[in-house]
C-alpha cells in the first residue's frame, strides 16, 4: 500500500506502564517511598515496537489474547493514551467507541446526553439539534427520551452510545468490542450500519473475540501477542493461524 | 514548545466552546436537579447564611462596622465563589474519568469549566447583593458599574489555583481531604466578616499577603464606598491572578500526560 494513502500510521510504538506493586496515591506514603528508595520501577510493556499502516477505508480487526495490548493500541490510536515511544499518525477524525456510554452522566437524561457527547466529538448544538431525530430512530429508544440515563439497562446504554457515534460519519470508527452488548436484531443492525459507513469509505478498527464477527466485517487482521505483532495479513489467514495457536 | 503549549491551548478552546458550553449547563443542571426551588437557592442561600451570621456578629461579637450585611454579603459572595469553584475544580479531572479514557479532549477544559458554572452560580448572586442594597438603604455610589472588575480578577486567580488543584489530586487523593482545612484557615485570614483594622499591625501586614484580601477589598470599594481603588491595588489584583494561572497551566501541562494511568 502506498504511503500516501494511509489513514493511520503507527511507527514502533512501545507503551511501557510502571506496575507498581501497589498504586501509590497518598502523600505520605509516596514520601516515605521515595525516602526508601523504594518506589520501585517494575517496567511492563503493554506495546512493543508496534508498526502499523492502516489505509483509507480499510477494516482492520485486532486479535489476540485478554492482556496482549489490543486495548492499548486503539487507545495510542485514538490519543487518548501518549505511547512512551515512537509516534503515531492520524489523518482524519476518529469516532470512538472505547468502552460505550463512558461519556454519559448518569444523573442526565437521554436527551441532555446527546448534546453532551456531541459537545465532547467537537460538535455544536446546532449541529446536534439536527441529527437529533436521527439518533433517536437509530437507537429506538423515543420512550425514555428524557428519562435519565442511571435507570437504562446496560444494552440501552450501548444502543444510545452507539446511536450518537456513529450518527456523524467520522473517518476513523473505533470499536472495542462493543457488539457483545445489545440484543440480536440491534447487532445486526449496528452490523448493517457499520458496513454502510465502510461502504462510504470509512476506516474502520475492530476489535472482538468473536471470530465470526471479524471475518464478516473485516478485510485485514493484525494478532497481537504479549504488546508484539505476531502476525499481519488478510483476515481468514490470520484468524486461521490465531485460533491454530 | 512553551509557547507553543499556550498557544494550542488557546487555539484548541476556540474549538471546544461547544463542550464547554454543555459541561457548565450540565453543572447548573445537576445541582439543582430535583429541589422545588432550582435556581432561586443561588439567590436564597447567600441570603440566608448572610441573615445567620449578620445576626451572630452584631449580638454576640458586637461589630462596628457600618452596614455591616452589606460588607458581609459582599465578602462572602466573593469567597464562597473562590470556595466553591476551587472545590468543584478539584474534582473535576477525577470525575470526568470515564470520558478522559474515552475520547481525547484537552484536559484543562474540566477544571475551567468548573469554575465557569461556578462563576455562573455567583451571578446570581450577585442580585442577592442588590436587594441587600435595597433593604438597608444602601447609598448606591456609579463606581458600582465596574463591579465586574474585581470579579474577572478572581475568576482568572480561581483558574489558576483549580488547574493546580485538579492535577494534584489526581496523583494525591489526600489534597481533597487537606484542602478542606486549608480553605477553613484561609477564610479566617480573610477578612469575610471583620475589618483589618481591628487585627494588630503585624497581622495586618501578614494578610496583605492574601490576594483573597485584595479582591473582597476592591470590590468592596466599589460597591460600599463608592471609591476606585489606587493603581497599586490594581497591579496586586492583576499580578496575582495572571501569576497564579501562569503557574497552574505550568504544572497542569507538567502533570496531565500521566492522568490516564492514575484515574
Not at chain 1, 489505509?55 to 492482556?67: C, D, H, K, T
Not at chain 2, 436587594?131 to 474577572?152: N, R, S
Request: charged share 15%; proline share 3%; hydrophobic share 50%.
Amino acid at each position: 500500500m502506498n504511503q500516501q494513502q494511509s489513514i493511520i500510521s503507527v511507527k514502533d510504538v512501545s507503551m511501557i506502564f510502571n506496575l507498581a506493586s501497589e498504586r501509590v496515591d497518598n502523600l505520605k506514603e509516596y514520601i516515605l517511598k521515595v525516602l526508601k528508595k523504594e518506589l520501585m520501577v517494575q517496567e511492563f510493556y503493554a506495546l512493543r515496537d508496534v508498526s502499523l499502516e492502516i489505509g483509507r477505508g480499510e477494516s482492520v480487526a485486532l486479535v489476540g489474547a485478554n492482556g496482549s495490548g489490543k486495548s492499548t493500541l486503539l487507545k495510542v490510536i485514538a490519543g487518548v493514551m501518549s505511547p512512551t515511544k515512537g509516534s503515531v499518525s492520524v489523518k482524519g477524525s476518529i469516532a470512538p467507541m472505547i468502552e460505550l456510554g463512558a461519556g454519559f452522566d448518569m444523573d442526565l437524561t437521554a436527551r441532555e446526553n446527546i448534546f453532551l457527547n456531541g459537545a465532547v466529538l467537537g460538535h455544536d448544538r446546532q449541529f446536534m439539534e439536527s441529527h437529533f431525530n436521527s439518533i433517536m430512530d437509530f437507537a429506538e429508544l423515543w420512550d425514555f427520551v428524557d428519562v435519565p440515563v442511571k435507570n437504562f439497562s446496560s444494552g440501552m446504554v450501548a444502543r444510545l452510545g452507539f446511536a450518537i457515534a456513529t450518527e456523524i460519519r467520522a473517518d476513523i470508527l473505533i470499536v472495542d468490542e462493543v457488539l457483545a452488548v445489545g440484543d440480536f436484531r440491534f447487532q445486526e443492525k449496528c452490523k448493517q450500519r457499520m458496513a454502510e459507513m465502510m461502504s462510504g469509505g470509512t476506516t474502520m478498527l475492530f476489535v472482538s473475540h468473536s471470530a465470526e464477527q471479524v471475518r464478516e466485517l473485516c478485510q485485514k487482521a493484525v494478532w497481537l501477542e504479549k504488546g508484539r505483532v505476531k502476525m499481519i495479513g488478510d483476515v481468514n489467514e490470520v484468524c486461521d493461524c490465531y485460533e491454530a495457536s | 514548545m512553551k509557547k507553543n503549549f499556550f498557544k494550542n491551548a488557546l487555539l484548541t478552546l476556540k474549538n471546544y466552546v461547544p463542550l464547554i458550553q454543555e459541561l457548565v449547563k450540565r453543572d447548573l443542571k445537576v445541582k439543582y436537579r430535583r429541589s422545588i426551588l432550582g435556581y432561586l437557592w443561588s439567590l436564597l442561600n447567600p441570603l440566608l447564611m448572610m441573615c445567620v451570621m449578620s445576626y451572630v456578629f452584631s449580638t454576640i461579637f458586637q461589630s462596628n462596622i457600618p452596614n455591616f450585611p452589606l460588607y458581609l454579603i459582599c465578602g462572602q459572595t466573593l469567597w464562597n465563589f473562590f470556595n466553591e469553584s476551587t472545590n468543584m475544580a478539584m474534582y473535576s479531572v477525577l470525575q470526568n474519568g470515564s470520558l478522559i479514557r474515552k475520547v481525547y479532549i484537552p484536559k484543562y477544559i474540566f477544571p475551567l469549566s468548573r469554575v465557569l458554572s461556578s462563576f455562573v452560580t455567583m451571578s446570581f448572586s450577585l442580585l442577592a447583593i442588590l436587594i441587600v442594597m435595597l433593604f438597608t438603604g444602601a447609598k448606591v455610589y456609579w463606581t458600582i458599574l465596574l463591579f465586574w472588575v474585581p470579579l474577572v480578577f478572581l475568576f482568572v486567580f480561581c483558574c489558576g489555583i483549580g488547574l493546580i488543584l485538579s492535577a494534584l489530586s489526581v496523583y494525591f487523593r489526600d489534597i481533597t481531604h487537606l484542602y478542606g482545612v486549608l480553605t477553613l484557615a484561609w477564610m479566617y485570614a480573610t477578612p469575610v466578616f471583620y475589618d483589618i483594622s481591628i487585627l494588630p499591625a503585624n497581622v495586618q501586614g501578614t494578610i496583605a499577603w492574601n490576594p483573597m484580601y485584595h479582591y473582597i477589598t476592591f470590590f468592596r470599594s466599589l460597591i460600599l464606598y463608592g471609591q476606585i481603588p489606587q493603581g497599586s491595588v490594581w497591579l496586586i489584583c492583576i499580578v496575582c491572578s495572571l501569576a497564579m494561572l501562569a503557574v497552574g497551566l505550568m504544572v497542569f501541562r507538567k502533570m496531565q500526560r500521566n492522568f490516564i494511568l492514575y484515574i
